[in-house]
């Protein structure tokens, strides 16, 4: 069974910056997509950032720019690089991995973005 455990999450000042990590067991991490997610209080679950096992990189129009994923093979973590945070990006932050037919979540982290 696959289990995914987020951290970094925290509390920063708008226009700084955290790490989120994503540690991946329980299968082959190299044969899964990886992703982020998060929900704010009141909204739905929306996609921040998510790369499969190649290059290929798709991110929320709100972060472009700002964040980065990556993805460590040998470490089986992936990370989420935020830059230029701001109070909008307030949410509970989801790891996910994925293929055709599966789908696994972590438990979530919170970022909370304030002065």
């Known amino acids: 069974q696959v289990q995914l455990v987020e951290s970094g999450g925290g509390l920063v000042q708008p226009g700084g910056s955290l790490r989120l990590s994503c540690a991946f067991s329980?299968?082959?991490?190299?044969?899964?997509?990886m992703g982020w997610y998060r929900q704010a209080p009141g909204k739905q679950r929306e996609l921040v950032a998510r790369?499969?096992?190649?290059?290929?990189?798709q991110y929320a129009d709100s972060v472009k720019g700002r964040f980065t994923i990556s993805r460590d093979n040998a470490k089986n973590t992936v990370y989420l690089q935020m830059n230029n945070l701001k109070p909008e990006d307030t949410a509970v932050y989801y790891c996910n991995a994925y293929t055709i037919n599966k789908n696994y979540w972590g438990q979530g982290t919170q970022v909370t973005v304030s002065s």
């Open positions: 790369m499969a096992n190649g290059s290929f990189k």
């Open positions: 329980g299968s082959i991490f190299s044969n899964y997509g």
